[in-house]
């Protein structure tokens, strides 16, 4: 009996180890996804050459793949929390696989809203499932896990434009053609994690329907919608000003400072890396002090330098961009967790609709921006968009849900 029940133990603390394997393989193909949609945005002077496009039709790709993807994926989310797909993940880079081969061959605009609507569907379905995972792989360690998963994405996003200044840019359109490989080889790593995703759903229906027990919330309705609520304004406010620089970051250097697009497309590099740096250190700070704590100085703590960043020369911009990229960044990850928290037992669900709404906002303030862009120039969108992170004030009435666990993560 004794070794029947060391046995258990032993198998219980096994899952609730944290599979790094399992977090690596993930986010690895988060990385070859937002590699692959970060070319977009890379090659929008290309584009804008070659079908002679206005900052207001640059902003409206931005918007077709956003709202593509912002609308579906809260869907996506609530309908595999009641019936998981694990091998729905593979088919959605499909999608994206045809939109890249749309994209090589686009005679004109309105083909190429066409290829970035295929790949906003299979970001939508990517997304939420893919943030499930994670925290199925994540031991506990939640924060650490959607921090392993999202510097994937980030990192993919910052080195998307290089590649696009080595491989596109020089060869022309049909180039993106040969991103459909990265595509293909995403879809082999994603059919592999959707066996193991659907071994432990597999077990963890097993073990649910023996105990027959459910997570309930703590905290009144009302209360966690006026918490979701403040999260998703906070979110509107990191994507608005992430947006001003992933797509036009490019525009405005060369603008002001006139870069070439190879040397404006470095610049975003560095940037979108410092994003990838942020991402993966607010996590486990979240872990370790609290994720409001993280909100409170990812937001609010990176208006001072958005506020300098119009005012500043060539050399302090790129240092303004990539301490702003290190900071903001770090959010994300502390508010989807946050959220996950709040609404327990419907991950995908709230996934799905954080990941939407950021997208969505991604896709407003692109195309919101780029009829300003038109209007008063780039130079007044940066701006304006500076007193955005301001709206960070709001943290300061998310309710305190983590004062016991952080109390023990420090303990330890």
């Not at 491989?167 to 053609?177: E, S, T, W």
Request: charged share 10%.
């Amino acid at each position: 009996m004794d070794n029947s029940i060391a046995a258990s133990a032993a198998a219980l603390n096994k899952n609730d180890q944290t599979r790094f394997r399992v977090l690596g393989a993930i986010s690895f193909s988060h990385f070859l996804n937002d590699m692959i949609q970060s070319l977009i945005l890379a090659i929008y002077p290309l584009l804008k050459g070659e079908f002679s496009l206005s900052f207001t039709q640059i902003g409206l790709i931005t918007l077709t793949y956003q709202i593509t993807a912002s609308l579906l994926q809260p869907v996506v989310g609530l309908y595999t929390d009641k019936h998981p797909k694990p091998y729905s993940l593979a088919f959605g880079m499909g999608a994206t696989l045809i939109g890249l081969l749309v994209l090589s061959i686009a005679p004109n605009f309105g083909v190429v809203l066409l290829a970035a609507a295929l790949v906003g569907t299979g970001s939508s379905i990517f997304h939420p499932e893919s943030s499930r995972i994670a925290r199925m792989a994540s031991g506990g360690q939640h924060g650490l896990a959607q921090s392993i998963f999202q510097v994937g994405g980030n990192t993919g996003s910052a080195v998307g434009p290089l590649l696009a200044a080595w491989i596109i840019i020089p060869r022309g359109q049909y180039a993106v053609a040969w991103f459909g490989l990265a595509a293909l080889l995403a879809m082999t790593v994603l059919w592999k994690i959707g066996g193991w995703y659907k071994r432990q759903h597999l077990g963890s229906a097993s073990k649910n329907k023996k105990s027959g027990s459910a997570v309930p919330g703590s905290l009144p309705p009302r209360t966690v919608a006026w918490a979701i609520f403040v999260l998703l304004v906070l979110i509107f406010s990191k994507y608005f000003y992430l947006t001003s620089l992933s797509s036009y970051y490019i525009f405005y250097l060369i603008a002001k400072f006139h870069l070439s697009v190879q040397s404006a497309q470095v610049h975003l590099f560095v940037f979108l890396f410092a994003v990838a740096a942020g991402t993966m250190l607010g996590g486990p700070i979240g872990d370790r002090i609290g994720r409001k704590r993280v909100i409170w100085g990812s937001i609010l703590g990176v208006a001072p330098f958005t506020l300098m960043l119009p005012h500043a020369d060539l050399m302090w911009t790129g240092v303004l961009t990539f301490v702003i990229g290190l900071i903001l960044a770090s959010a994300f990850s502390a508010i989807l967790v946050f959220a996950q928290e709040l609404v327990p037992g419907k991950v995908g669900a709230v996934s799905g609709m954080f990941f939407g709404f950021a997208f969505g906002m991604g896709g407003i303030g692109a195309a919101v921006l780029g009829s300003l862009a038109d209007t008063h120039g780039i130079e007044y969108v940066y701006r304006l968009c500076a007193y955005l992170p301001l709206l960070g004030l709001l943290t300061a009435f998310l309710p305190n849900i983590e004062g016991d666990r952080v109390s023990h993560a420090r303990a330890a």
